[in-house]
């Protein structure tokens, strides 16, 4: 069984940057996703990368965050530059699986534990 360790979270000033990681324990053959969520709030969509390297991005994090992947590492990052406090989540990567929209919690079948990400103003 595949599964996913996420990395890289911490504690952050307004306007900086975090990357955080995804090690997948094995191939996982399918698109990834980065979700977050906030105490008290719904896990919410941020980003996903195709297994053809096409992304797709929230609109809130568009042009700040950046997926990419190491299929040779069999890792997911994402880039999180221009942090806000809104940001402040934790992150969470996982496997697209089949039927709902790409941008559900549905649509993915394999959660990481996720890592806390805190922007302080």
């Known amino acids: 069984q595949v599964q996913l360790v996420e990395s890289g979270g911490g504690l952050v000033q307004a306007g900086g940057s975090l990357r955080l990681s995804c090690a997948a324990s094995?191939?996982?053959?399918?698109?990834m996703g980065w979700f977050r969520q906030a105490p008290g709030k719904e896990r919410q969509f941020v980003a996903r990368?195709?297994?053809?390297?096409?992304?797709y991005y929230a609109d809130d994090v568009k042009g700040r965050f950046t997926i990419s992947s190491d299929n040779a590492k069999n890792t997911v990052y994402l880039q999180m530059n221009s942090l806000k406090p809104e940001d402040t989540a934790i992150y969470l990567c996982?496997?697209?699986?089949?039927?709902?929209?790409?941008?559900?919690?549905?649509?993915?079948?394999?959660w990481g534990q996720g890592t806390q990400v805190t922007v302080s103003s």
């Open positions: 094995g191939r996982t053959f399918n698109d």
């Open positions: 990368i195709t297994m053809s390297g096409n992304t």
């Open positions: 996982a496997r697209r699986g089949s039927g709902s929209l790409y941008y559900l919690v549905s649509g993915y079948d394999l």
